[in-house]
């Protein structure tokens, strides 16, 4: 009847096609190297062309982060996020921390406790990680320019990096309680943060309430309340008018 607590995490499984390919970075002083950068080209959510990029990118030229919210249907504090690490070129880089399926599975929150899903950090493009989102899916997406430093900006994205590789050695269970993408995004932030927020708070368990969190922190740059706010960094209508567009993230972020 216990036998899941004795199951142990692998990358030897039958993955879905989407998430089969783990990403991995390899640093050279102030260069990074990435390879299996997802960028699927979707017809919906089950049908879809798989296909990863490698890039190079200089971590000097790291100028923003932007923090995505997906509220899920139904009450709002359920919800995914994840991070979008942008370079003065225009390019950006999408870290996504997902459930990593196996052909044919759907997550439900009982394999969630109960380690029926391995850990994946998705290396992506925005136009994979938010197109999917708002346009097939068609959940709301909220788009959150964070206030950092860029040397902040880049620790945040070594750490996460590190992290990459780290599970492509050992893979780790996801956990719906404590082992989650907003769980890690917070263990992120508080490697390179002067403030600490325990994986526990309230709005990091239930992270459609996350932005409350991040505003409370003085990260988003905004002089009104959260719930005063919010519409205005919902980037659901643009990004589907824009998903065809090579210049996708410009178009999302309004410029």
Known sequence: ????????????????????????????????????????????????????????????????????VEPFTGWRGLAHTFLS????????????????????????????????????????????????????????????PIRAEPARIRQMMVSMLERVNLLGERPEFYNAVCNTCTTNIVRHLNEVSDRRVPWWNLRVLFPGYSDRLAHGLGLIDSHRSIEAERDSFEIGEVARAAIDDPEFSRRIRGS
């Open 1 to 68: 009847m216990m036998k899941w607590l004795f199951q142990k995490p692998t990358n030897r499984r039958d993955w879905s096609p989407d998430q089969v390919v783990l990403p991995s970075a390899e640093f050279d002083g102030d260069t990074v190297s990435v390879t299996g950068i997802r960028d699927c080209r979707y017809r919906s959510t089950s049908d879809f062309t798989v296909a990863h990029l490698d890039d190079r990118f200089d971590l000097n030229r790291l100028q923003r982060l932007d923090f995505f």
């Open 85 to 144: 690490f942008g370079f003065d070129d225009g390019r950006q880089l999408g870290i996504s921390i997902e459930v990593r399926r196996q052909r044919g599975e759907e997550f439900n929150v009982l394999g969630g406790l109960t380690r029926q899903f391995e850990l994946m950090y998705v290396v992506a493009t925005e136009r994979d990680l938010v197109g999917l989102r708002t346009v097939h899916r068609r959940n709301p997406v909220y788009l959150y």
